[in-house]
């Protein structure tokens, strides 16, 4: 009983009329004007969770998503299941009905993420072949077609074949006795085909009279010669009936004998335009999903920013206001919300728009809030709000008040336990309409009840007592309307952990109240009762200045996020353009490559076509160093690599520690580093940066030739040492020792060996030869002579 009287205070009838407005059959309207409330948290869930996937479904705009075709069939199926006879268009109804269940269904199953929806539509049976036979015997307009039985068609071509018979000789009498005919036309009575007649030449046409005009200037005769034809056509007619209740009788027993799958698919279809009427208005009021919370497991309420939907309605519809929204967060351990303020000051429309938050939530609405929106699921949502007073019950505004909690009491779980109930209580004046000490007192006393036997209780009220209790009860918590004394109006903002200030003779003085009356006023009220006045007023001032830096911090955190997502863009950006040029670098490798390929391979087919001396091998020789060089630059040039810094910390592979870089040899491709108290000497190849990036240490080797300018190669070259195969430079210069090297390397082809004596020295001139045989494109291979025949002072080079 106290449910229902809490949903009509709340106005939750006139948010449900709302709601239908969104549907789109009259099963929906009906359904949400009738919208009960779930009695378990796990039927709340199911709602909600339709609600998600049908607004998640309604976003996709190639979801062609319409109850086109659906009706109201539940009276045509209780008609026929007792025994009755449905109409064409009633068959015609079910049929359409049964096919846009279909399509609702067929789109749901071609959903990936819509497994209530599924779950919901997997049992239902939509009977292709009984629309199919029904769309046969029904045309479009609801009449039961020719084509229905092979009876009904022969019966209405004859009825057809008799009614032009019956034109063609009513049209020969008008045409011979036009004279006597009033009008040259057609027409019936009593479904008797009749041709209006002149009344004083009524004796021209003998037949039965039908019909007589309000003014007896007109008689209706059916002309003797059809009458024969007219009582035929009754007798088709008659049969013509019976055929088609047969038809209709028949394919109305098929639909009895399936009315239970058909009732639950119209149930179905019901929810799921319910559902679709849910996620609209949702949608519409910029709603957002509600969590549900268990404050008793240390879960925070949180309803940011939420507007009372009702006024929104109106706000919507043209009433000039606007919806002032409030922010609703209760600390877990908080049990009872005392709401101080002046009157007309949004108080009464806090506690409704609350409530009312709390039922849309577990009917599967989404509530007007902004993310996220975490609310209880409250078993019991009872209220106490306006005026009970009732003459023809001689009750006063305190006794209906009082009648009321009583109802609310009764209504809660009385067991004495350590968990509240889950329920939410809304008191509006509590202890109002009586003495103020006592009504101060009751209400405590009731607050303090409450505290213990319901989940949250919510309460306005105008007592200061009531401020008290937060600092008595940690359950308890205050808050307040806000009031502008500027403007003497109230701002409709709730404001949490802040008492509402006594502003009645702040109002009285501003309307021209004498201020000795306001003095006096202020001496009865004692000054501690002013000094609370000024604490409260204090704390509002540092409210306010907390607000603005939060709101000034909430504008610096919103340009960082948008200067953070510049420089995500711009790093994207380098990191596109790194990849970018690395494999543009690695596709000029690949043509240097290619390129110093085929110009090595250019210079192998002129040694091979031209005449193969020395010279040319020199000169080939030249050339293809050039190549070299030029190529392995662009390589260089192509692929940077990491190189060690003088001062960086690098990494040592074979210790796994880090280092200090003392200085860097590039020649010998060594860095010397300081690990710890030791100071060492180790290769590039034994180091890697700190991020993992190793030193690429290119030996300019030349690429490689493979050619054969003498097509024979000796097994094994015989160790003999002549005069021919020897050639004697010590004392030359490098340039000299060149050009006698070239002369005796043409002459001793034959022997395959050169033995060249250089001597020991400097060694510059060994250094010299060694160079020009290692380029000479003659020289398989060189080494030093056995310390027998001159050691270090002599050369062995190996011809091709």
């Avoid at 190849?685 to 493979?706: C, F, H, N, Q, Y």
Wanted: hydrophobic share 40%; net charge neutral.
């Amino acid at each position: 009983m106290i449910q229902q009287e809490t949903l009509k205070l709340l106005e939750w009838p006139r948010l449900c009329q709302h709601l239908s407005t969104f549907a789109a059959t009259k099963l929906g309207v009906s359904a949400a004007i009738k919208l009960s409330i779930p009695d378990t948290i796990e039927e709340s869930e199911q709602l909600l969770a339709q609600t998600i996937e049908i607004y998640c479904l309604k976003q996709n705009l190639e979801v062609q998503w319409s109850f086109n075709g659906i009706t109201d069939i539940g009276d045509s199926l209780e008609r026929a299941k007792l025994g009755g006879i449905l109409s064409g268009q009633e068959l015609l109804n079910i049929a359409t009905t049964l096919a846009g269940v279909r399509r609702l269904r067929r789109i749901i199953n071609d959903q990936e993420n819509c497994p209530i929806l599924k779950k919901l539509v997997a049992d239902i049976r939509t009977y292709p072949e009984l629309e199919q036979k029904i769309n046969h015997c029904i045309d479009e307009a609801g009449k039961v077609a020719d084509r229905a039985s092979v009876k009904l068609g022969e019966i209405r071509r004859n009825l057809k074949d008799i009614r032009a018979h019956i034109y063609q000789k009513l049209q020969n009498i008008i045409h011979q006795q036009g004279g006597a005919v009033q009008e040259a036309v057609i027409t019936q009575r009593d479904d008797r085909f009749v041709i209006p007649v002149k009344a004083p030449q009524k004796d021209q046409i003998k037949g039965i009279v039908h019909d007589i005009s309000s003014t007896g200037a007109t008689i209706y005769v059916e002309p003797n010669a059809t009458i024969q034809w007219g009582n035929q056509r009754r007798q088709y007619l008659r049969r013509e009936q019976v055929e088609i209740e047969a038809i209709l009788r028949a394919l109305t027993e098929k639909i009895a004998f399936i009315y239970d799958e058909i009732d639950y698919l119209l149930g179905i279809a019901t929810i799921l335009d319910l559902t679709t009427a849910k996620a609209l208005y949702s949608l519409w009021l910029e709603g957002n999903a509600p969590e549900f919370v268990d404050p008793t497991q240390g879960e925070l309420i949180t309803l940011r920013e939420l507007r009372h939907p009702l006024l929104v309605w109106q706000q919507q519809h043209g009433q000039d206001f606007f919806v002032i929204p409030i922010n609703v967060q209760v600390d877990p351990k908080i049990r009872v919300v005392a709401i101080t303020g002046p009157n007309t000051g949004g108080k009464t429309v806090t506690l409704k728009t609350i409530g009312l938050a709390a039922l849309m939530a577990k009917v599967g609405l989404f509530i007007p809030a902004k993310e996220p929106v975490k609310i209880p699921w409250f078993g019991h949502i009872l209220a106490d709000i306006g005026d009970e007073q009732s003459i023809e019950q001689s009750l006063s505004t305190f006794s209906g008040h009082i009648r009321r909690i009583v109802r609310i009491l009764e209504s809660l779980t009385t067991t004495i336990s350590p968990t509240p109930s889950l329920s939410l209580v809304l008191l509006d004046e509590i202890g109002a309409g009586t003495d103020p000490a006592e009504g101060s007192a009751l209400a405590v006393a009731l607050l303090h009840y409450l505290a213990d036997n319901a989940l949250l209780t919510i309460a306005s009220t105008h007592y200061g007592e009531l401020k008290a209790l937060k600092y008595q009860d940690d359950r308890f918590e205050n808050a307040s309307v806000e009031f502008d004394d500027r403007t003497l109006s109230p701002t409709y903002r709730l404001l949490w952990g802040i008492p509402g200030r006594s502003n009645a003779l702040t109002i009285a003085g501003r309307l021209g109240l004498k201020m000795e009356i306001i003095e006096e006023a202020k001496n009865r009220l004692g000054e501690f009762s002013e000094e609370i006045n000024e604490v409260i007023a204090g704390l509002e001032k540092q409210r306010k200045e907390q607000e603005q830096k939060a709101q000034e911090a909430s504008n610096l955190l919103q340009q960082t996020k948008e200067f953070y997502a510049k420089i995500s863009e711009k790093a994207s950006s380098l990191q596109q353009r790194e990849q970018s040029l690395k494999q543009y670098q690695e596709q000029e490798v690949q043509k240097a490559i290619a390129q110093a390929k085929e110009e090595i391979a250019q210079v192998i087919r002129k040694l091979q076509k031209g005449k193969q001396t020395g010279q040319q091998a020199q000169k080939a020789t030249a050339t293809l160093q050039e190549i070299s060089e030029h190529q392995l630059s662009k390589l260089e040039q192509c692929k940077p690599a990491y190189k060690p810094q003088v001062g960086e910390k690098i990494k040592l592979l074979k210790f796994g520690q880090t280092a200090n870089v003392l200085a860097i040899d590039e020649e010998q491709k060594e860095v010397t580093v300081r690990f710890g108290l030791m100071k060492m000497t180790v290769s590039f190849t034994k180091i890697e940066s700190l991020d993992g990036k190793k030193v690429e240490v290119t030996a300019r080797k030349k690429i490689p030739i493979t050619t054969s300018l003498t097509t024979e190669t000796p097994q094994s070259i015989p160790m003999i040492r002549t005069s021919k195969n020897t050639l004697d430079i010590r004392g030359s210069r490098v340039t000299e020792a060149e050009s006698n090297l070239e002369n005796a390397i043409s002459k001793a082809t034959k022997s395959g060996i050169l033995w060249v004596i250089h001597g020991k020295g400097t060694g510059k001139l060994r250094q010299g030869v060694h160079e020009f045989l290692k380029l000479h494109p003659q020289i398989e291979k060189f080494e030093l002579a056995p310390q027998n025949e001159g050691g270090s002072g002599v050369t062995i080079a190996y011809l091709k």
